[in-house]
């Protein structure tokens, strides 16, 4: 019988962890756990209880924020249309894929007990291994201890493009400038924040897919997996 290991996908937004990772799950029968989600969610609860505009976010108050915590219950459920998050029993898969919902999720994971507070759910739902788990801090915090890191990366230009094509599908009328100047941003602050930033594992696999198909990067994905389950 092949043991079960821990898959950690780290990266930059919008660089296609999450198509990656439930792909790798399906693949090999595991559980696919999108850790943005957990964030976006939280994220979704602190602008509906809050009344705040994005803008006024720089005076986000923590506190406030903090004490929002123990309101707050996030789930997964498997739907026809695949997996969705649930915020307090409510599906808010839809209202948490926007621009802003981003944006604010950024901010608020800067937030020492935010993270904590989603970090240890991560860790528990890994206990039994045989998981995929994505986000930005996953190799590096949540499971150090993972069988297998893996590092996405495309340049912001090639990322911009696809959540550019994504909002367009949705029906919105994105401004290149402006979601270009948001993956920018985003990246700057995921990487430069003082709690868990997003870094490369030393130990990771870094697959740059800004000039892949999907069917070339999970080729090289499968791959890369079989080899490491074959080790342990
Ligand atoms: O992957 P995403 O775009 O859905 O994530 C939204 C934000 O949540 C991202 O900008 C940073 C934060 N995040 C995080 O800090 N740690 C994670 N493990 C996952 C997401």
Redesign the pocket.
């Known amino acids: 019988m092949i043991n079960k290991i821990i898959v950690a996908i ?1 990266g930059y ?2 660089c296609g ?2 198509t990656i990772a439930k792909a790798l799950a399906k693949h090999a029968g595991y559980t696919y756990v ?7 969610a939280v ?1 979704l609860y602190v602008q509906r209880n809050t009344n705040s505009a994005v803008e006024e976010l720089h005076d986000l108050n923590i506190s406030k924020v903090v004490d929002l915590l123990q309101d707050i219950h996030i789930s997964f459920v498997q739907t026809p249309a695949g997996q969705h998050v649930t915020l307090n029993g409510e599906d808010v898969e839809a209202s948490i894929r926007t621009l802003e919902i ?2 604010l ?2 901010k608020i ?1 800067t937030i020492k007990e935010v ?1 904590a507070f ?1 970090v240890e759910q ?1 860790q528990a739902m890994g206990v039994e291994k045989g998981i995929v788990m ?5 190799g590096t915090v ?1 499971f150090p201890q993972a069988e297998l890191k893996l590092f996405l990366t495309a340049s912001p230009e090639v990322r911009a493009e696809r959540r550019f094509k994504e909002l367009q599908a949705k029906g919105e009328n994105p401004i290149w400038d402006e979601v270009l100047a948001d993956v920018n941003d ?1 990246d700057y ?2 990487t430069h ?1 003082a709690e ?1 930033p ?1 870094r490369q594992a030393e130990d990771a696999v870094v697959v740059d897919n800004s000039h892949m198909t999907r069917e070339e990067q999970m080729e090289r994905i499968i791959d890369v997996f079989r080899k490491r389950c074959a080790t342990i």
């Open positions: 780290d937004s919008s962890k999450s999108d850790t943005g989600a957990m964030y976006r994220a981003g944006n999720a950024s994971s993270r989603l991560q994505d986000g930005r801090d996953i949540v985003r602050r995921d924040r868990s997003l």
